[in-house]
C-alpha cells in the first residue's frame, strides 16, 4: 500500500514504546507508518481508583473515537486494556508476539517479610486482581492505590512509606525502567492478554486490516484469545478479579485461571490443557465449569460484600 499509516497511540513512554514498535515492524514490511498521540481519560484522571472508574475501555475510548472519526487508521493497545467487547465498527487487526505475562514486586530493598504469611506491610497498587490476589497471600497488609503510568508509579513509590508496589513485568522491561530491587510473582495470575499488544482498525478498512495481518502472532492470539473468553465468560456485570493464563507447552494448550475476592478470602481456581486445534472453546469452558463448582459461592460472597 502506498498511504502512510495514521497509528494512534496515548502519549505515554510505555504506549509510545509499543506504537513505534508496531511502526518499525510495518516499515520491515515496506508500509509507512505515522504516530498521532491521543490522551485517553485512564491518563487524565491519575486519582479514581481504576475499577471505580468502570475499568472497561478507560484507556481505549479516546482512540476508539479517532478510529471511527478516521483521525487516524490503526490504534495500538496493550492488550489487558481493551475490553472484551470491541466497539462497534472496530476489529482485531494483529495480536504481536506476547513478552514476559508476569507481575513484578519493585521494593525497597528489605524482602523479609514476604517469607512470613503474617506479615504486616503496606503494598500499593490499582489493580483489583492485583489486590485480590495479594491478600489472598498475606491477608494482613494493608494495599494502597496507585496510580499514574510507570514512570509516575515508580515516583510515588520512592515518596510513599510503601514496602513496594506492583507492577506487570513487560511494562518496565519494555522500556528499561525495571529496577534491580524488583522480583517477579511467579505465584500471581496474570490479568488475561498481560504481555500482549493489540492491534485495531475499522472493520471496512481492508488496506489497514492487511498491513497489520503479517504482524500477528498466532500462538499469542489464541491464548488470549482464551483468556478473554473466560473473562467475558465469567463477567456477569460484576466487576469480579478475574486472572488467566494460556500458554503452549509440549504441543498443548495449557490454561489457568482464577476468581478471587477482592478482600481475598474467597477464591476459586481452575487449570485444563487442550491440543491447539481443540482449543478455541477452552476459556468459556473453563470458566463455565468454575461457575458450576466453587466459582459460583466467591461471586456470591462478592455479591453480598457490595462488590459486584
Known sequence: MNKTLRIG????????????????????????????????????????????????????????????????????????????QLARGIVQAAVLERASRKDILVHKGDIHFLDDPQSKAIIATSSIRRRAQWLRRYPNHTIDNLRGNVNTRLRKLSENNWQGAIFAAAGLERINLRPENSIDLNWMLPAPAQGAIMVVCR??????????????????????????????????????????????????????????????????????????????????????????????????????????
Open 9 to 84: 497511540t496515548r502519549d505515554s513512554q510505555l504506549a509510545l514504546w509499543q506504537a513505534n514498535l508496531v511502526k518499525d515492524m510495518l516499515a520491515a514490511n515496506g508500509i509507512a507508518g505515522e504516530l498521532v498521540q491521543i490522551k485517553s481519560e485512564g491518563d487524565i484522571d491519575l486519582v479514581t481508583p481504576l475499577y471505580a472508574m468502570g475499568v472497561q475501555g478507560v484507556f481505549t475510548r479516546s482512540l476508539d473515537a479517532a478510529l471511527l472519526s478516521e483521525r487516524i487508521d490503526i490504534a495500538v493497545h496493550s492488550m489487558k486494556d481493551v475490553p472484551v
Open 203 to 308: 472493520e471496512n478498512d481492508k488496506q489497514a486490516a492487511d498491513a497489520c495481518a503479517a504482524l500477528n502472532d498466532g500462538i499469542t492470539a489464541l491464548c488470549t484469545a482464551i483468556e478473554r473468553d473466560f473473562l467475558s465468560t465469567l463477567m456477569g456485570g460484576c466487576s469480579t478479579p478475574i486472572s488467566a493464563y494460556a500458554r503452549m507447552e509440549n504441543g498443548e494448550i495449557l490454561f489457568e485461571g482464577n476468581i478471587t475476592a477482592p478482600d481475598g478470602t474467597a477464591w476459586a481456581d481452575i487449570a485444563l490443557h487442550a491440543a491447539p486445534e481443540q482449543a478455541a472453546e477452552l476459556g468459556k469452558k473453563a470458566a463455565t465449569q468454575l461457575l458450576n463448582g466453587e466459582g459460583q459461592s466467591v461471586l456470591e460472597k462478592i455479591k453480598q460484600t457490595g462488590n459486584g
